[in-house]
């Protein structure tokens, strides 16, 4: 590495709390990066890799969410060296401006129409990327035959639906697949631990997160007004426009073609999807982009070896949601449309570094078929070397091997 | 050889081989793909050790031939450099499959418990692969080896400026492999275009930055990763120190015995003192004619410059006027053989032609410096090399080459060996080029890492879920800080 910045390591302990989503953009310059994220505080988990693997930095925060972004601009510097790590804040002009830039790496989170714009420019010069996307991630809830793991489940699931930040997670589950015989009693316990978490009135009860921006509730919204999605809506469906709220929703087989099932939603909608056998849920999957993450409830190991082998994405947890973020031993990225490249504990350090050959040689011992001219002698000295050969390489030498 | 009905044909494939004729390959590949066929041990190991077939001493002669049409390549060159790579390749993938292909189970901390957890390597889809002309063999079989061993299907698109590699290759892979998998679409820019608006779980390109850039620029749309072996001025740093015979020796062998210079780690420049310059010109000079002798040009040992577009733009390096009285060895040309002799330059200015874009052929600058730690500024001044070799005894030298100089990669007192060496990552940095291969990084360039955490439904945390509460916070972010002290501290609400 280039850069002997003096860094100090600043470890930053992972809330999941529904912080209000913040978009930042990480920048990767000369030893710096860029990431863009949608949790205030996973903002700084790049960082860590970064600084980790000896780089400079400079952080864009997304601008749709203006007090984290204030916050880190104004904390990072009274903390971190800030001739090394620096926080730009700004919308889309400075992001353009910051990516005409000629960086040694750019890490993004954020969407897939960002992303191509990212890695455009990035082509430029050749910079090597890491994309951490979305997509529609998908939680398979299988038929388990113990009632009180079925409740559990659906417990997690909810959990990981309107947990993180009202839905608003590049991992947070964007739909439900279950077999159609078991989606009333879904719906049934869905609605349970709804009122469970959020109350009677969830627009009223402080513990959901509000929509980032009015665009965004403003596409949420939209993504409703379908008829056929809107009669699909079997619990929910208010919103509160003065703050930006929408409460937890569920709907019932949307039709397939609506923007509700085509595009991540990315919200506290949840549609379920039935199905007449639970195995059709891999053909469905797999008939969609690559997700980030599939999430499968079940305990039928010849069912999880089949989600395993026959779909794909960035990660699967089996029997619960979110968690794997957790786990720091465990490479964290997408794959296909869900982005490339991964993060989380030495995978961080690694997309951050160049892992640089070293070959060292002494000048003793020569090999005299490496030089020309070139003779038989030397060709079959050579083949019988890459052969590892040493007993042929022995008889040759000594004149008793017979070659071409 | 082919008649002409097949060469007829062979025009008309090549005619229609459009955009939409991209996208209907494809098309059958990703249905190929989706059906499982590739994933299978057995699938792999087939295709694996119908390569070492392709391989084997049958059609040794062949590849020799190809070899020698398109780049006057020297026999054993191709045999030792191209062939007996590729078929260690192909060994050493097919000893380590079954490895390669089994999951890591990785461990898991308090945060998660209980929980077991491993990485699974699963193929990308569909990769592209596009190859280079100067060793048209090796990097168009090398990558293949990764991306059949991760269970890929692949199109391989080799340069049409080595044609007769690229015929063999449709042929041989043709012949050898699985056609429903793995194709060969042969042509130049516009196939090359077709191919790169489809949409591919992966692009492996090697060659120049220009062309890179647009590779990386056409995957951006679909958002498809790349590997990118390009190149660069890969510099040798010569010191005083050492066996000057036995260096000598090695900067040749990676120089001229490298395709004459027309390989992407060929030492481009050497910097050396302005006091050892002339012994090590003198010692280039002796080993020179040793090899090659009195009369370069006739040595049958020295590949030809591939085409006559190459040969006029190394011409032009070595008509610039800065270089005027800079040649002390060499620098005879033959046009009508397409030949240049080893060249030998000292004391070329830094802000020449030759010194400013990668040379690609016989022609060796010698920039001098006077003290040896200088030339860690003349490197760093440049763009990252794919390579950089130092010859010295001198360790504290040895370390700080390493610790400053950013290539792909470094060998010390030798040149170009790295590339044989299946346990070191082969690829570059910067403009040198993105991601690396050879051996198993091969096999974890055309593969996706997926991250299998397995939960059971035994015990649940309430604290995970709300209403939230001042106790819940405070527990969770003692779990998930993850120290055992700190999770009790704040059950007994210490903390």
């Not at chain 1, 994220?37 to 988990?45: K, N, P, S, Y």
């Not at chain 1, 082509?123 to 559990?152: M, Q, R, W, Y």
């Not at chain 2, 020297?74 to 062939?83: F, G, M, Q, R, S």
């Not at chain 2, 957890?117 to 190859?131: D, F, H, N, Y």
């Amino acid at each position: 590495m280039n850069m002997d910045m003096l860094v100090t390591l600043v470890r930053v302990p992972l809330l999941v709390m529904p912080w209000i989503g913040c978009e930042f953009l990480r920048l990767r310059t000369r030893n710096n990066h860029i990431c863009s994220r949608t949790f205030g505080m996973l903002a700084l988990d790049p960082l860590i890799g970064a600084i980790a693997a000896g780089n400079v930095v400079v952080i864009k925060p997304s601008e749709l969410a203006p007090a984290c972004s204030s916050f880190l601009a104004n904390t990072i510097p009274r903390y971190l060296d800030s001739n090394a790590v620096r926080v730009i804040e700004g919308g889309a002009p400075v992001s353009e401006q910051l990516l005409l830039q000629k960086w040694d790496k750019i890490f993004f989170t954020g969407s897939p129409r960002v992303a191509r714009i990212v890695m455009t420019a990035a082509a430029k010069n050749l910079t090597p990327v890491t994309l951490e996307l979305g997509g529609k991630c998908p939680a398979i809830l299988d038929s388990l035959h113990n009632p009180s793991d079925f409740e559990l489940a659906v417990k997690r699931i909810v959990g990981g639906k309107w947990g993180p930040c009202s839905g608003q997670a590049c991992i947070g589950i964007d739909y439900v697949l279950v077999e159609e015989k078991l989606s009333s009693h879904l719906i049934e316990l869905l609605k349970k631990f709804v009122k469970r978490f959020y109350g009677e009135n969830p627009l009223e009860s402080k513990v959901i997160s509000r929509i980032v921006s009015k665009q965004n509730f403003t596409r949420l919204c939209n993504l409703l007004k379908d008829p056929l999605v809107a009669a699909s809506i079997v619990h929910g469906g208010s919103v509160e426009e003065k703050h930006l709220l929408i409460e937890p929703t569920i709907l019932l087989d949307p039709p397939l073609y609506a923007d509700i099932m085509t595009e991540e939603i990315f919200g506290p909608f949840l549609p379920i999807i039935t199905v007449n056998k639970i195995g059709e849920s891999v053909e469905f999957i797999n008939s969609r982009p690559k997700p980030l993450t599939i999430y499968a409830f079940t305990k039928d190991e010849t069912f999880k070896r089949r989600i395993l082998s026959e779909t794909s994405s960035g990660s699967v947890t089996f029997n619960d949601t979110m968690v794997q973020f957790l786990c720091d031993t465990l490479p964290f990225g997408g794959v296909g449309q869900s982005g490339f490249g991964s993060y989380h504990g030495k995978y961080s350090f690694d997309t951050f570094s160049h892992e640089k050959a070293v070959m060292h040689r002494s000048l003793c011992l020569e090999i005299e078929p490496r030089y020309p001219p070139w003779s038989k002698f030397k060709l079959e000295f050579l083949r019988l070397a890459y052969k590892l050969n040493y007993f042929g390489l022995l008889l040759h030498i000594l004149g008793l091997k017979r070659y071409k | 050889m082919l008649s002409s009905t097949e060469v007829h044909e062979k025009q008309n494939k090549k005619e229609s081989f459009n955009a939409e004729a991209a996208s209907l390959l494809v098309k059958n590949l990703t249905a190929t793909f989706a059906s499982g066929k590739t994933r299978s041990y057995e699938w792999r190991a087939s295709q694996l050790k119908a390569l070492t077939k392709l391989l084997s001493d049958a059609h040794e002669q062949q590849i020799v031939d190809a070899l020698y049409s398109d780049l006057s390549k020297p026999p054993l060159e191709t045999v030792a450099y191209e062939i007996a790579m590729l078929k260690n390749s192909c060994k050493g993938a097919l000893k380590e499959l079954k490895r390669w292909m089994t999951s890591e189970k990785v461990k898991t901390s308090i945060s998660t418990f209980p929980s077991t957890a491993e990485i699974v390597s699963e193929p990308l889809g569909v990769v592209l692969i596009i190859s280079a002309w100067n060793y048209p063999f090796l990097l168009s079989l090398e990558p293949i080896i990764g991306a059949i061993a991760a269970g890929n299907a692949v199109v391989l698109k080799p340069s049409e400026v080595a044609p007769a590699t690229s015929s063999l290759l449709a042929k041989l892979l043709g012949e050898y492999l699985d056609n429903s998998c793995i194709r060969v679409v042969e042509g130049a820019v516009d196939e090359t275009s077709a191919l790169l608006q489809q949409k591919w779980d992966k692009i492996f390109y090697t060659g120049n930055g220009r062309v890179a850039r647009i590779v990386m620029a056409a995957a951006a749309k679909h958002l498809t990763p790349v590997v990118l072996e390009l190149g660069g001025k890969s510099p040798a740093v010569v010191d005083s120190n050492i066996d000057l015979k036995v260096a000598t020796r090695r900067i040749i062998a990676g120089k001229w015995c490298c395709n004459n210079g027309q390989a992407c780690i060929s030492p481009d420049y050497i910097i050396t003192t302005k006091d050892y310059a002339p012994k090590l010109v003198d010692a280039l000079k002796t080993e020179l004619e040793k090899f090659y002798g009195k009369n370069p040009l006739e040595s049958k040992d020295l590949s030809r410059i591939v085409n006559s577009n190459h040969f006029g733009r190394l011409t032009k390096l070595l008509d610039d006027e800065k270089l005027s009285g800079k040649i002390v060895f060499g620098g005879e040309k033959d046009e009508s053989k397409l030949m240049i002799s080893p060249t030998i330059l000292l004391d070329v200015p830094r802000n020449s032609l030759m010194m400013r874009e990668e040379i690609f052929g016989p022609l060796l600058p010698i920039i001098t410096v006077d003290k040896l730690e200088e030339s860690f500024d003349v490197i760093n001044s440049g763009t990252k090399p794919l390579a950089a070799y130092l010859f010295t005894t001198n360790n504290k030298l040895k370390e700080q080459f390493v610790m400053n100089i950013s290539a792909g990669g470094l060998v010390i007192n030798d040149t170009a060996l790295h590339l044989a060496i299946n346990t070191l990552p082969f690829g570059g940095v910067g403009e040198s080029g993105i991601g690396a291969y050879h051996g198993k990084f091969s096999f974890d360039a055309f593969s996706h890492k997926k991250a299998v955490l397995y939960r059971s439904f035994f015990g649940d945390a309430a604290i995970r879920y709300p209403p939230y509460t001042n106790t819940k916070m405070r527990l969770l972010k003692a779990l998930i800080g993850g120290g055992l002290l700190g999770i009790i501290r704040a059950l007994f609400g210490l903390s």
